[in-house]
């Protein structure tokens, strides 16, 4: 089968500001919530490096401009910081415009499209002590943020991003201990939840307000929900996974309004959120131009075994996991892998969101100790990687040529970079970056990639 993508198609890569800028406390930017955390608690950093180097791209954006121009990519999708450009929330941050103009300015340069975010994960550590998502004072300051970016980059900037992964803070941050506040508490997380969806909608309020060029999306990890059996209590549970952790954000920023059974859930559980009519108007009069879906691994769910469950642990009231024996597993990082989800995906955009035009903002494998991986000159011989994304692209290809209008696929990463979690023990760039010289080196994927991009097929 002949599997050639569409004219025009992204071949890119994603990344985000905090993961890959580094300069943590470098020209003029204030902490994020990051920066606190790991001043705070640097033990609960698995290898205990912050974020205030990273990937240095603040210094060498020049050179990785022009790796990645040579990987052949045609479009970059990053974020910017918040807190580098309104460090105190009202002034700007001049340096800070300089350096994103110039990035923005180089890569166009280069023949490289920005898509640029403006939210990964990194609330403004002042924000952060006002509540945060909690607080809808925030929200305005987000709005206010986004307008800012807007008038500063938007003649460089042609498509726009206003959150990447919305729900993960939530989850982890509210329903878990990953993220601050690391709290376990379902009130705060639909508080939280429903202001970030605010916050959205303002920023695409504001958008159109002030008739920009362009187009405005969000970016919005997917997980397809799998239920274990045929049973009617397995498909229930599997379509509860997929409400909270898809639907909540999917439905609103697409179709204007919340899944029925979040009010559902609203009553069963007696939880008691602040929103008035006029928001839920602005809710369905902003929908999205287009969609970022990040897709790393599917969900697989069964009914709940237990009805009693204590109050921090609602969900599973609801659903539970479930390890399906077929799986396919990353050796090398614990995630399952399974390709067709995105294909799944393609379809479900297809019939159910008026096949929105979107694309695949990020999508990769990541391996720890790929060292052993190296060849004698140093390259990583990551042919694993080359497979998982071969594999994922069939898959992709196939919902395309059944008419979803994905228009791009954009690996995560570009460069090794630093993650929430496990700081850089999970490799995912298709080059390589040395921790300690700061150097890079291209893995045996750049070049598949590059070639992949120049034909517009898979080989
Ligand atoms: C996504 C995030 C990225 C990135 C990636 C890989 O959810 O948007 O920021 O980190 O996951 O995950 P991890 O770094 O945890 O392996």
Not at 175 to 185: G, I, S
Request: hydrophobic share 35%.
């Amino acid at each position: 089968m002949n599997h050639k993508f569409p004219d025009r198609f992204l071949w890119g890569t994603a990344a985000s500001g905090p993961q890959l800028e580094g300069a943590g406390s470098v020209g003029g930017k204030a902490m994020t919530v990051w920066d606190y955390w790991f001043l705070l608690e640097p033990e609960k950093f698995y290898q205990k490096i912050g974020p205030e180097v990273t990937s240095n791209f603040y210094d060498q954006y020049k050179e990785d401009i022009l790796l990645m121009k040579d990987a052949g990519f045609n479009s970059f999708r990053t974020s910017i910081s918040w807190a580098r450009l309104l460090p105190d929330g009202k002034t700007i941050n001049e340096e800070a415009v300089f350096f994103y103009r110039d990035v923005f300015t180089s890569l166009r340069e280069n023949g490289i499209e920005p898509i640029v975010n403006l939210y990964h994960f990194d609330m403004p550590y002042r924000l952060y002590f006002k509540g945060g998502w909690e607080n809808p004072e925030v929200v305005e300051e987000f709005k206010e943020y986004a307008q800012v970016s807007f008038d500063c980059f938007g003649d460089l900037v042609s498509r726009w991003v206003t959150f990447n992964e919305p729900i993960v803070p939530i989850e982890m941050g509210y329903l878990n201990d990953k993220h601050l506040p690391a709290v376990h508490n379902m009130t705060r997380a639909m508080q939280a939840g429903y202001y970030t969806l605010l916050a959205h909608v303002k920023a695409v309020s504001a958008f159109r307000q002030s008739k920009q060029q362009g187009e405005i999306g969000i970016i919005l990890n997917l997980t397809p929900s799998y239920p274990k059996s045929d049973r009617d209590e397995d498909k229930k549970a599997a379509n509860w996974a997929d409400v909270l952790f898809n639907r909540s954000f999917l439905d609103p920023v697409v179709l204007g309004h919340y899944p029925a059974e979040i009010k559902e859930l609203i009553q069963n559980e007696n939880i008691d959120i602040q929103y008035t009519e006029k928001e839920l108007d602005l809710i369905k009069n902003n929908t999205v131009d287009f969609l970022g879906v990040n897709y790393y691994q599917p969900r697989r769910v069964q009914a709940s075994r237990n009805e009693q469950v204590d109050s921090e642990k609602i969900l599973e009231k609801y659903f539970q996991p479930y390890e399906w024996p077929k799986a396919k597993m990353n050796p090398h990082r614990g995630w399952e892998i399974y390709e067709k989800g995105l294909y799944d995906i393609a379809i479900n955009i297809r019939d159910n969101y008026f096949n929105i035009p979107w694309y695949v903002a990020e999508n990769g494998m990541g391996v720890e100790g790929e060292e052993k991986f190296m060849n004698e000159s140093g390259e990583v011989q990551d042919n694993y990687r080359i497979e998982f994304m071969e594999d994922h692209l069939t898959w992709l290809h196939k919902g395309i040529s059944e008419g979803s209008n994905c228009f791009g696929y954009h690996v995560w990463t570009f460069l090794d970079n630093w993650s929430w979690l496990n700081e850089y023990k999970n490799r995912y760039g298709l080059f390589r970056l040395e921790l300690e010289t700061q150097e890079r080196v291209k893995k045996k994927s750049a070049y598949w990639f590059k070639q992949l991009a120049k034909t517009n097929q898979l080989p």
